[in-house]
């Protein structure tokens, strides 16, 4: 295995260009990469200065557990390493019934879930119907060591999810769970399975949103059929079958059965917004299908088909998937002057404005949140998955700002900087500025540069 990493680096680098030459830099053009920075740098922060804090964050204050109000944006959508591990492991332990096995199914769950929730609540459910499906093919005189085996790796996954869980079972008492309304609207529809990202090469260009572009490709499905027409179908190959129509079926979400009555039944299933996502899984299955195929068809072909086909094939699906140039735009890796300014500070809560509306568009949260790593000081402002209620109560409080009650709510929060930003409206901050400064006489510390544009620092208390 260890032969193929360097090919695989290769195949990473050019299908994600020009991301390779922009690492230190560069990233995609969305808010949750602001997020991302931000949560991978209070990890870092936290375990080297104050580990019980790690959950907490310096965001959202005064509310806590700002870590655990979402898993990790799109940042951990990457992370489907563990998946074809698992479904590896669960094969070998119903091919042997060893311990280990087993062991190791659950292992990767565990491994799963502390990558993504989301793919790790997913992974759970599809693997429990891989396993019951490749029972039923067990021989009897081995079928009660295998089910021990999984039955044990049911146990070291219950105790790595448990451990996990238990911070993000606090927080979803406190803020609730995913309306019918939300979760439909990031459930998949049966034609998002025939549009392709939007950047994609060769089939790119067609309408669709974000997570509901989910084309598997075209040479992956005709190598699956070949691989189940071509030749009598192994008991492995039915298994994905029916767990590939299975994720599909529940991508659907809202719009078909299954995941509705696990969202009616299964509490952590209500915390999940984009069921879409499950079509990760219509892709893992659909590739292990057209493994599949291509053993059927190698195994047909002449001597001299067989030597061009791994690179006629290999250069098909890097044409199917090759989705570049990735389009990147450039974050601060060094603090502008205001955040330099800051970090140099007492100590003392920040609040920055323009702040995003009560029902609107995050604005310039995310971006808040990932320049507070340069000073590191709380700050009433946050960017997340769900959003605790006092947030939410500030943003009320603070939609007429600046008002006495704006102002009010703020010294009850105990801020000490108040920072208005000139961009993205000069006009607006012009006029906070001036009623600031005429009607409350706050205190003027100074103005900085912040990366994009002007910003005044207030003193507030």
């Known amino acids: 295995m260890i032969r193929i990493l360097p090919l ?19 990233g995609a053009d969305h808010q949750d990469v602001f997020f991302n920075m931000w949560r991978l740098t209070w990890i870092a922060h936290a375990l080297s200065t104050n580990p019980t804090r790690l959950f907490d964050g310096n965001i959202f204050y005064p509310d806590r557990g700002a870590l655990t109000l979402s898993d990790y944006m799109h940042m951990e959508l990457q ?8 479904f590896w492991a669960l094969q070998r332990a119903c091919e042997t019934g060893r311990w280990r096995f087993g062991a190791l199914t659950g292992l990767f769950v565990g491994l799963q879930m502390a ?19 490749s029972l039923i093919t067990v021989p009897r005189e081995r079928l009660i060591r295998t089910i021990a085996s999984l039955a044990l790796g049911g146990v070291v996954a219950g105790v790595l999810v448990g451990a996990y869980a238990i911070p993000y079972l606090r927080t979803r008492e406190r803020v609730g769970v995913r309306s019918i309304e939300e979760t439909r609207m990031f459930s998949a529809k ?13 089939y790119g260009g067609r309408r669709g949103r974000g ?12 190598l699956a059929l070949i691989g189940l027409l071509l030749r009598p179908p192994v008991k492995v190959q039915i298994v994905y079958v029916i767990a590939l129509v299975l994720a599909f079926e529940m991508s659907l979400g809202m719009y078909g059965y299954t995941y509705r009555f696990l969202y009616e039944r299964a509490p952590p299933f209500q915390s999940l917004r984009a069921p879409a996502r499950l079509g990760i899984f219509v892709v893992f299955f659909l590739a292990a299908l057209a493994a599949y195929g291509y053993a059927a068809l190698e195994a047909a072909a002449r001597p001299v088909l067989r030597r061009v086909m791994p690179v006629a094939v290999a250069g098909i699906l890097l044409l199917e998937y090759w989705t570049v140039p990735l389009a990147l735009t450039s974050y601060d890796n060094d603090p502008p002057p205001l955040y330099a300014w800051l970090a140099k500070q ?17 604005f310039e949260e995310p971006r808040y949140a990932y320049m507070s790593t340069f000073h590191w000081m709380p700050t009433v402002n946050g960017y997340s998955g769900y959003v605790p209620p006092g947030y939410l109560q500030l943003r009320e409080a603070m939609k007429d700002f600046p008002s006495d009650l ?10 000490r900087y108040l920072i208005v930003h000139e961009y993205p409206d000069r006009e607006a901050s012009s006029r906070t500025l001036y009623i600031l400064t005429s009607h409350y006489r706050l205190p003027h510390i100074g103005s900085f540069w912040d990366g994009r544009g002007a910003a005044d620092v207030f003193a507030l208390r």
């Open 79 to 86: 992370w489907t390493v563990w998946l074809p591990w698992a």
């Open 8 to 26: 695989f680096a290769a195949l990473t680098i050019l299908m994600t260009w020009p991301q390779a030459a922009h690492l230190g830099s560069h």
């Open 190 to 202: 049966p034609r998002n399975y025939v549009i392709a990202p939007e950047g994609n090469l060769l």
């Open 211 to 222: 997570e509901r572009r989910l084309l598997p490709g075209v040479l992956a499905a005709i």
């Open 115 to 133: 990558s993504s929730i989301y793919y790790g609540l997913f992974l759970a459910m599809l693997l429990g119907l891989a396993s019951l499906l």
């Open 406 to 415: 704006s102002v009010m709510q703020l010294r009850r929060d105990g801020v």
């Open 346 to 362: 007492p100590r003392g809560i920040v609040a920055e404005f323009p702040m995003a509306p009560v029902n609107g568009w995050p």
